[in-house]
């Protein structure tokens, strides 16, 4: 028995022919499902790139403990529970993050692997001399990834030297030398078609359009705010990059065909995340509200020993089940710590393995899905704490934590997943604040797009029930309960949700005591810079705003002032929190 595994970074489910995008050129996607069963609820788990790695290792959650980071030294891999049982396991990827402090872990645990270069501002090529970039809509804000970027454009000149058409093309190769060899997995693991959307005329050329803007192809994580135009450039960007990634997806299925492999061969095809493509007026994945374009993912799967293949279910999954999937197949016995499920009841019978998932991002909202609803839980307050990180590996995406980081830090008692090992517990700092959207529920079965927030106490009790059952299940901190305001055994009652609400209705109010008038969005400015605002300096707010204000002929409150309050009190970093204002106005 052999196993492949295809995945993609950041592939938005709903422009693929498979979940109903018409206009797309993905041939092989298509082709992909009429061998495969297509998922049509899949969710992420831990967002974004690394958290969801390590979920494909571990089987259970890591955003409830920890945010971006390494392998824990307590974790149970299932790559090296493959390797340690016999099979044989080869990474081919071009994904930047292995290579980094944050993700360094990872790739080391297979029996030998492979590294494309020049993705994402990859530290590959060395120009001192600084690189010709043409006039962006986007660019500063990525710093040194912007510029070692177009370092690297500049040798990646030929479609067969783009990261994406070496990492496949080395993934054939292994399968082309082992193919009569048993019992080996291969991850043939694609960067693309993350950010930036950068690819050959080839694939731009399926998408003709009149655009004759300034270079846009690498959308900052923001609201969007370009021209009509200029948003469907990027959407055309994006869809060249998915149609190149469609190219290789049919290598591998031509592979498939040449040596038989349907007959012996597991296939996964499926990826991290999605990624906003203006959807809700939003860029990105990771500081908005996390919409189905970015959770509800792509799943394709083939299983030899079952003939199922043109099939849909709506049975729900999510990224933690890959594991306990994959070590199923193999016949490798499935870790007690691991809390996903094997897959293989929904292809032998399409009987059910979850009622409900979680997922998110450390510190910020605590979703719930149980298929039909959707249910956004934030912070209980404006303080979203007490939060903390756990770990043995104390690294954030591209460094080690600042020895400052340090302080407080104690010894947190082991956790039930942890062997036997206390852990670090360290204050988190955290780079968002979902209280500053609230509480949301969606009815995926009225209203797929998730438009509108409904308002059902009742659902919304069920979703904390299924939310507190996996907490528990997870052995999730103690203070994750205290910080969305629910309890552990998440029996909540109606009257109770009814009067959190109206507290938090009064703990929004804004209000200086000056009878002042707040004129345009200031109202909405100032909340927002008020759940942006480290809690230490969040008391001279309101007092530091109303010394601007009473300077006045007349008792008023502007954006502007808003805007130069937070210039005032962040001084260096004031040009990114006024442009994160200015955005979340628009």
Same mark, same amino acid.
């Given at each position: 028995?052999r196993?492949?595994?295809?995945?993609f970074?950041s592939l938005?489910k709903?422009?693929?022919?498979n979940?109903?995008?018409?206009?797309i050129h993905?041939p092989?996607?298509q082709?992909l499902s009429?061998?495969?069963?297509?998922?049509?609820?899949?969710?992420?788990?831990?967002?974004?790139c690394v958290?969801?790695?390590?979920?494909?290792?571990?089987?259970?959650? =890591?955003f409830?403990?920890r945010?971006?980071? *390494?392998?824990?030294p307590?974790?149970d891999s299932m790559?090296d529970?493959l390797r340690?049982s016999?099979v044989?396991?080869h990474?081919?990827?071009d994904?930047t993050?292995y290579?980094?402090?944050?993700?360094?872990?990872?790739?080391?645990?297979?029996?030998s692997?492979e590294?494309?270069?020049?993705?994402?501002?990859?530290?590959w090529?060395?120009n001192?001399?600084?690189?010709?970039?043409?006039e $962006?809509l986007?660019?500063p804000?990525?710093?040194?990834l912007w510029?070692?970027?177009?370092v690297?454009? &500049?040798?990646?000149?030929?479609?067969?030297k783009?990261?994406l058409a070496?990492?496949?093309n080395?993934?054939?190769e292994?399968i082309?030398?082992?193919r009569? &060899?048993?019992?080996?997995f291969?991850q043939i693991?694609?960067?693309?078609?993350h950010?930036?959307?950068?690819? +050959? *005329?080839?694939?731009?050329?399926?998408?003709p359009?009149a655009? +004759?803007?300034?270079?846009?192809?690498?959308?900052d994580y923001s609201?969007?705010?370009q021209q009509?135009?200029e948003?469907q450039?990027m959407?055309?960007?994006?869809a060249? %990059?998915?149609s190149?990634?469609d190219?290789?997806l049919?290598?591998?299925?031509?592979a498939f065909d040449q040596y038989d492999?349907?007959k012996?061969?597991l296939l996964i095809v499926?990826?991290?995340?999605g990624f906003?493509l203006g959807?809700?007026?939003?860029?990105?994945?990771?500081?908005?509200?996390?919409?189905n374009?970015?959770?509800?993912l792509?799943?394709?799967i083939?299983?030899p020993r079952y003939?199922?293949?043109?099939?849909?279910t709506?049975?729900?999954? @999510?990224?933690?089940d890959l594991?306990p999937?994959? %070590?199923?197949?193999?016949?490798?016995d499935?870790?007690?710590d691991m +809390?996903?499920?094997?897959?293989?009841p929904i292809?032998? $019978? =399409?009987?059910?393995?979850r009622?409900?998932?979680?997922?998110g991002?450390?510190?910020?909202?605590i979703?719930?899905t149980?298929?039909?609803?959707v249910?956004?839980r934030?912070?209980?307050d404006?303080?979203?704490g007490p #939060?903390?990180?756990?770990? #043995?590996? *104390?690294t954030?995406m591209?460094h080690?934590?600042?020895?400052?980081e340090?302080?407080g830090m104690e010894?947190a008692?082991?956790?039930?997943f942890?062997?036997?090992?206390?852990?670090?517990?360290?204050?988190?700092s955290?780079f968002? =604040?979902p209280y %500053?959207?609230?509480?949301?529920?969606?009815?995926?079965?009225?209203?797929?797009? @998730?438009?509108?927030?409904i308002a059902?106490?009742?659902?919304e009790?069920?979703?904390?029930?299924?939310?507190a059952?996996l907490m528990r299940?997870?052995d999730?901190?103690?203070e994750?309960?205290?910080?969305?305001g629910i309890?552990?055994?998440g029996?909540?009652?109606?009257e109770e949700?009814e009067?959190?609400?109206?507290?938090k209705r009064?703990?929004?109010?804004?209000?200086?005591?000056?009878?002042?008038?707040w004129?345009g969005?200031?109202?909405?400015a100032f909340f927002t810079l008020?759940?942006?605002?480290?809690k230490?300096?969040?008391?001279? #707010?309101?007092?530091?705003?109303?010394?601007m204000?009473q300077s006045?002929?007349?008792?008023?409150v502007?954006?502007?002032?808003?805007?130069?309050?937070?210039?005032?009190l962040?001084?260096? +970093?004031?040009?990114?929190?006024?442009?994160?204002l200015k955005?979340?106005?628009?």
């Amino acid at each position: 028995m052999r196993a492949v595994m295809l995945m993609f970074d950041s592939l938005n489910k709903h422009i693929l022919p498979n979940y109903g995008c018409n206009w797309i050129h993905a041939p092989h996607f298509q082709r992909l499902s009429e061998r495969t069963m297509t998922f049509d609820k899949c969710y992420a788990g831990s967002l974004p790139c690394v958290p969801s790695r390590r979920e494909l290792h571990t089987g259970r959650y =890591n955003f409830l403990h920890r945010s971006w980071g *390494p392998l824990e030294p307590f974790d149970d891999s299932m790559i090296d529970l493959l390797r340690k049982s016999g099979v044989y396991t080869h990474l081919t990827t071009d994904h930047t993050h292995y290579f980094e402090d944050g993700g360094a872990t990872y790739h080391t645990r297979y029996n030998s692997w492979e590294y494309a270069r020049g993705q994402e501002g990859d530290p590959w090529k060395g120009n001192v001399e600084d690189p010709h970039i043409p006039e $962006s809509l986007s660019g500063p804000k990525q710093g040194d990834l912007w510029r070692q970027d177009w370092v690297n454009r &500049q040798y990646l000149d030929s479609e067969e030297k783009m990261p994406l058409a070496v990492t496949v093309n080395r993934g054939i190769e292994f399968i082309e030398k082992n193919r009569d &060899q048993d019992r080996w997995f291969l991850q043939i693991e694609a960067f693309d078609p993350h950010e930036p959307f950068f690819t +050959q *005329p080839k694939y731009k050329d399926l998408y003709p359009h009149a655009y +004759q803007g300034k270079h846009y192809d690498w959308p900052d994580y923001s609201k969007v705010t370009q021209q009509p135009e200029e948003v469907q450039h990027m959407k055309y960007e994006y869809a060249a %990059l998915v149609s190149m990634c469609d190219e290789y997806l049919g290598k591998v299925l031509d592979a498939f065909d040449q040596y038989d492999l349907w007959k012996d061969t597991l296939l996964i095809v499926n990826t991290d995340h999605g990624f906003l493509l203006g959807e809700h007026r939003w860029w990105g994945k990771n500081i908005q509200p996390l919409y189905n374009e970015i959770t509800n993912l792509p799943l394709f799967i083939w299983d030899p020993r079952y003939d199922v293949r043109s099939r849909r279910t709506d049975a729900l999954v @999510q990224t933690i089940d890959l594991p306990p999937t994959l %070590l199923e197949f193999f016949e490798v016995d499935i870790p007690a710590d691991m +809390q996903g499920s094997s897959i293989r009841p929904i292809i032998e $019978s =399409n009987s059910p393995i979850r009622v409900a998932a979680l997922f998110g991002i450390h510190g910020g909202h605590i979703n719930c899905t149980d298929g039909r609803y959707v249910y956004m839980r934030g912070p209980k307050d404006i303080n979203n704490g007490p #939060l903390y990180e756990y770990t #043995l590996m *104390p690294t954030h995406m591209h460094h080690m934590f600042n020895p400052k980081e340090f302080a407080g830090m104690e010894l947190a008692a082991p956790f039930s997943f942890t062997k036997g090992c206390s852990v670090m517990r360290l204050l988190a700092s955290n780079f968002l =604040n979902p209280y %500053l959207y609230g509480d949301l529920l969606f009815d995926l079965e009225t209203n797929p797009s @998730q438009e509108t927030v409904i308002a059902d106490p009742v659902v919304e009790a069920t979703m904390i029930g299924h939310i507190a059952r996996l907490m528990r299940e997870h052995d999730a901190p103690v203070e994750q309960y205290a910080r969305i305001g629910i309890p552990k055994d998440g029996m909540v009652t109606v009257e109770e949700l009814e009067r959190e609400k109206e507290t938090k209705r009064r703990q929004n109010e804004v209000d200086l005591g000056l009878k002042e008038r707040w004129i345009g969005k200031s109202k909405e400015a100032f909340f927002t810079l008020s759940c942006l605002t480290p809690k230490p300096m969040r008391s001279m #707010l309101n007092v530091k705003l109303a010394t601007m204000v009473q300077s006045k002929p007349l008792p008023e409150v502007s954006e502007d002032d808003v805007l130069q309050l937070a210039t005032s009190l962040f001084g260096n +970093q004031a040009p990114r929190l006024v442009g994160f204002l200015k955005m979340l106005l628009v």
